[in-house]
């Protein structure tokens, strides 16, 4: 049998009645989201459910909604028996990641993700910073761009590495304007700014990561009983120490999902499971690889159908 790989989406994924379906129909995945609105002292619930989508999309709010959502459908595969061989996350995913893997409680994580976001907010004031999806230039290219831009005074940083001729750049409001206009003149097929409130994985996500340090420091984090693949390194991490040092450096690094999607394939893995809102990831595993089977788990439909699917192989 093919390995099995758990990946679990991140910001940008969320949507007004995401999890209603499973929250309603599963005690374990209703379970998850009391548990959540406990642990962060608010209603989780009721904004996943009736939104507004306004608040949802708030990056304080969208990220411990996206880790319930997550961790809750994870419980469905456990009724059945399902475990995978790799779990990884994209960039906010990872803590989904890690409390499949048993390395965090998810009271601890969904605590964690809404620090996280607050402090990834309060970094870089509203409308100071970007991100922008480059379509159709190499990685050596945009990291020029970045450079050139970056020692002409702004700052413009890799930021997602998400799939052969799809790249992320974060940095500054006027960085990214020059950068995207760098970039068509370089022959990008596209330019796209991004929907979010900073310029997240970039340098200026520093002050937030040396605040949030020690915020993990707090937090119990144990070797994962399921290897986890880290979006820094794109490589299996296991040491508590380690996996918290990571954390801290995913908020200013790049999120290499490409390498990571290939590492996990080098290990075995045949089969990734998108687990929660959306199905963004995926579709950038299809543009990484197409003889690997991918599947979206974000319905009892989508979910029935995995089911069959694997407990078939």
């Given amino acids: 049998m093919s390995k099995v790989a758990f990946l679990f989406p991140g910001q940008g994924s969320q949507k007004v009645g995401m999890g209603t379906e499973f929250f309603s129909s599963n005690e374990r995945a209703n379970a998850i989201v009391e548990q959540a609105d406990q642990a962060l002292g608010f209603s989780l619930r009721e904004l996943m459910k009736e939104g507004p989508e306004e608040t949802l999309k708030q990056t304080a709010y969208a990220q411990p909604a996206l880790v319930t959502m997550s961790t809750a459908v994870l419980q469905l595969f456990h009724e059945q028996g399902i475990q995978p061989d790799y779990v990884a996350g994209h960039s906010l995913g990872e803590y989904a990641a890690l409390v499949a893997s048993d390395a965090i409680s998810f009271e601890e994580a969904v605590v964690l993700v809404h620090e996280r976001g607050t402090l990834m907010e309060q970094a870089v004031p509203n409308g100071q910073g970007a991100m922008v999806a480059v379509l159709g230039l190499e990685q050596e290219t945009l990291q020029s761009i970045c450079t050139e831009v970056t020692d002409g005074g702004e700052v413009v940083d890799l930021a997602n590495l998400n799939c052969p001729g799809q790249i992320v750049l974060s940095g500054t409001a006027e960085g990214i304007q020059q950068a995207s206009a760098l970039a068509k003149e370089k022959g ?53 120490e380690v996996i918290r040092a990571l954390l801290a450096e995913q908020l200013y690094s790049p999120v290499r999902f490409e390498e990571s999607i290939q590492r996990m394939i080098d290990l075995g893995v045949q089969t990734f499971i998108e687990i929660g809102a959306g199905n963004v990831l995926t579709g950038l595993v299809k543009k990484i690889n197409r003889d690997v089977q991918a599947y979206a788990v974000n319905d009892e439909a989508s979910f029935n159908k995995v089911v069959e699917v694997l407990k078939g192989e």
């Fill in 188 to 240: 990008a097929r596209r330019a796209l700014p991004l929907a979010v409130s900073g310029p997240f994985h970039s340098s200026l996500m520093k002050p937030a990561a040396e605040q949030f340090e020690a915020n993990l420091h707090r937090a119990t984090i144990t070797m994962p009983m399921v290897p986890v693949v880290a979006n820094v390194t794109a490589d299996v991490v296991h040491a508590p």
